[in-house]
């Protein structure tokens, strides 16, 4: 994911949206092919990364690792490194994240029916 300069206009606009509109900051959060899936995934599970591609067959390592390291720091996503060796990382979602479980199930519900109503 390419690095936006902060005085670009892209840059600032998406900022002020961001603060005047909760909806704009959630989608600007949520945004991307695979947030929500790996957010889908790690529902009541704490998973490594090789588990989380498992579970994401098409997903690349580097988009997983970019995915991953911008849910971490948007506070959706825990990342637990073990001191062992080999190192051990464990992903698991936030309070936060936890919030957001019923509003991707009634997505996911959505989806369904508008994709056999488009069929």
Not at 78 to 85: C, D, G, I, Q, S
């Amino acid at each position: 994911m390419a690095k936006r300069k902060e005085t670009s206009t892209n840059t600032i606009n998406l900022e002020e949206i961001r603060e005047v509109c909760g909806m704009a900051f959630a989608m600007d959060i949520l945004s991307g092919r695979w947030k929500l899936k790996i957010l889908y995934k790690l529902e009541n599970k704490t998973l490594r990364f090789g588990e989380l591609k498992k579970k994401i067959p098409n997903i690349t390592d580097r988009m997983l690792t970019l995915h991953l390291q911008e849910l971490e720091r948007d506070g959706l996503v825990k990342r637990t490194v073990y001191a062992e060796v080999p190192p051990r990382v464990e992903y698991s979602l936030t309070d936060s994240a936890l919030l957001l479980v019923p509003i991707w199930d009634q997505l996911n519900e959505w989806g369904h029916m508008h994709r056999d109503r488009a069929l």
